[in-house]
C-alpha cells in the first residue's frame, strides 16, 4: 500500500474550542502504519520505510485485513510519559540494531486517524465517521487508540500542562482529511515545557559565556549531547566561570555523541540545570532552549 503524506497542522498560539475536537499531541515520531495481505507497512513523516524498526507492530496485523493509520509512535518513560531522546536513540539506529533495542526501548503506537479501512478510502469522509473506526481499535501493549474530546481543549491543555505533555491539536467538526499539506482544519498549541538537563561544557566568545552544552543521561549513565542554551544566561563573565569552574575541566567529551566543541571547554557532568523549551527537533536537539536556573553542584 503506497504512501500518503500526512496532513499536518498549523500552528496558533490558542486554538479554537467551540466546533473542534481535541486531541493530545504527543512527543513522538509521526507513524503511518498500513496493513495488506497479513503485512503491516510502517512510514515515517517523509515516507521511510520503518516496519524493521518496530517488528512489535506486526502484531496490529489482527486490528483488520486491510487498514491505513495515522498516528504517533511514543517511547513512555516510567511514569508512561513519552520520552521523545529516548525514543530518537531507536528510531534512527539501522533496522536491525532498532529491533534488538525492543527490549530495552519498549514503544507504544498511538493511531488518532484512520484513512482507509478494509479497503475503503476514507479521506473524505467526516472526522466523526473514521473516528468510529478508530474506537473499535483494541488497545494492547504496543498499540493505544487516541481520544477526542468535542468542545474539550479548554480542559484538556489546562491537562496537558499540568503533565508537562507536549501540546494538543484541535481538528475542525465534520472535517475531511487533506494530504500533504499544513491545514487550518487542524490546529496546534505547543506547552514550553521544563527539562532538568546536565552540563558538560561551556563555549567562550569575546570573554563572555555563550551557551552551554547540555545532555541527558540515559538508564546505563550515558550522557547524550542534546544542544547548547544560551538564552537566560545574562552577562556572565567568563573568567569567573572558568576559575569557578575549573575542577571540572576535561579533556575529551562526556557524551557520546559529541565529541567537538569549538571555542569551548568540556565538564565533567556534575552541574545541573533546568532548561525550558519548544520542542525537540528530529535529530533529538532541545528547540528553543531557555536556562530558567542552575540546580545542583556535587
Same mark, same amino acid.
Given at each position: 500500500?503506497?504512501?500518503?503524506?500526512?496532513?499536518?497542522?498549523?500552528?496558533?498560539?490558542?486554538?479554537?474550542?467551540?466546533?473542534?475536537?481535541?486531541?493530545?499531541?504527543?512527543?513522538?515520531?509521526?507513524?503511518?502504519?498500513?496493513?495488506?495481505?497479513?503485512?503491516?507497512?510502517?512510514?515515517?513523516?517523509?515516507?521511510?520505510?520503518?516496519?524493521?524498526?518496530?517488528?512489535?507492530?506486526?502484531?496490529?496485523?489482527?486490528?483488520?485485513?486491510?487498514?491505513?493509520?495515522?498516528?504517533?509512535?511514543?517511547?513512555?518513560?516510567?511514569?508512561?510519559?513519552?520520552?521523545?531522546?529516548?525514543?530518537?536513540?531507536?528510531?534512527?539506529?539501522?533496522?536491525?540494531?532498532?529491533?534488538?533495542?525492543?527490549?530495552?526501548?519498549?514503544?507504544?503506537?498511538?493511531?488518532?486517524?484512520?484513512?482507509?479501512?478494509?479497503?475503503?478510502?476514507?479521506?473524505?469522509?467526516?472526522?466523526?465517521?473514521?473516528?468510529?473506526?478508530?474506537?473499535?481499535?483494541?488497545?494492547?501493549? $504496543?498499540?493505544?487508540?487516541?481520544?477526542?474530546?468535542?468542545?474539550?481543549?479548554?480542559?484538556?491543555?489546562?491537562?496537558?500542562?499540568?503533565?508537562?505533555?507536549?501540546?494538543?491539536?484541535?481538528?475542525?467538526?465534520?472535517?475531511?482529511?487533506?494530504?500533504?499539506?499544513?491545514?487550518?482544519?487542524?490546529?496546534?498549541?505547543?506547552?514550553?515545557?521544563?527539562?532538568?538537563?546536565?552540563?558538560?561544557?561551556?563555549?567562550?566568545?569575546?570573554?563572555?559565556?555563550?551557551?552551554?552544552?547540555?545532555?541527558?543521561?540515559?538508564?546505563?549513565?550515558?550522557?547524550?549531547?542534546?544542544?547548547?542554551?544560551?538564552?537566560?544566561?545574562?552577562?556572565?563573565?567568563?573568567?569567573?566561570?572558568?576559575?569557578?569552574?575549573?575542577?571540572?575541566?576535561?579533556?575529551?567529551?562526556?557524551?557520546?555523541?559529541?565529541?567537538?566543541?569549538?571555542?569551548?571547554?568540556?565538564?565533567?557532568?556534575?552541574?545541573?540545570?533546568?532548561?525550558?523549551?519548544?520542542? $525537540?527537533?528530529?535529530?533529538?536537539?532541545?528547540?528553543?532552549?531557555?536556562?530558567?536556573?542552575?540546580?545542583?553542584?556535587?
Amino acid at each position: 500500500m503506497a504512501w500518503i503524506k500526512p496532513m499536518e497542522p498549523v500552528r496558533r498560539t490558542r486554538v479554537e474550542e467551540k466546533g473542534y475536537w481535541a486531541q493530545v499531541k504527543f512527543d513522538g515520531v509521526r507513524l503511518m502504519a498500513a496493513s495488506r495481505e497479513g503485512r503491516v507497512i510502517l512510514y515515517n513523516r517523509k515516507g521511510c520505510d520503518r516496519t524493521a524498526h518496530y517488528p512489535e507492530l506486526q502484531s496490529m496485523k489482527e486490528i483488520a485485513q486491510e487498514f491505513y493509520l495515522d498516528g504517533e509512535l511514543i517511547a513512555p518513560d516510567g511514569s508512561g510519559r513519552p520520552d521523545f531522546p529516548t525514543l530518537i536513540r531507536r528510531d534512527l539506529a539501522d533496522p536491525q540494531r532498532a529491533a534488538g533495542l525492543a527490549p530495552v526501548i519498549p514503544i507504544q503506537y498511538i493511531p488518532f486517524d484512520v484513512l482507509g479501512w478494509e479497503g475503503q478510502w476514507l479521506l473524505d469522509r467526516p472526522i466523526e465517521e473514521r473516528f468510529e473506526y478508530l474506537r473499535n481499535i483494541p488497545a494492547s501493549p $504496543w498499540v493505544v487508540p487516541a481520544q477526542a474530546w468535542l468542545n474539550g481543549a479548554e480542559l484538556l491543555w489546562a491537562e496537558v500542562k499540568q503533565r508537562e505533555l507536549e501540546g494538543i491539536v484541535v481538528k475542525r467538526e465534520g472535517s475531511p482529511y487533506v494530504p500533504g499539506r499544513a491545514s487550518p482544519l487542524w490546529q496546534k498549541v505547543k506547552h514550553r515545557r521544563t527539562l532538568r538537563v546536565w552540563v558538560g561544557g561551556v563555549v567562550i566568545r569575546e570573554g563572555q559565556v555563550r551557551s552551554l552544552c547540555i545532555g541527558r543521561k540515559d538508564e546505563q549513565g550515558r550522557l547524550y549531547y542534546i544542544g547548547n542554551v544560551g538564552s537566560g544566561l545574562g552577562a556572565l563573565d567568563a573568567d569567573v566561570v572558568i576559575q569557578g569552574s575549573r575542577h571540572l575541566w576535561r579533556k575529551d567529551s562526556p557524551f557520546v555523541n559529541q565529541k567537538d566543541l569549538p571555542g569551548g571547554i568540556f565538564w565533567e557532568p556534575e552541574i545541573q540545570a533546568d532548561v525550558e523549551y519548544a520542542e $525537540w527537533t528530529p535529530e533529538g536537539r532541545l528547540r528553543q532552549p531557555s536556562l530558567k536556573g542552575f540546580v545542583s553542584v556535587h
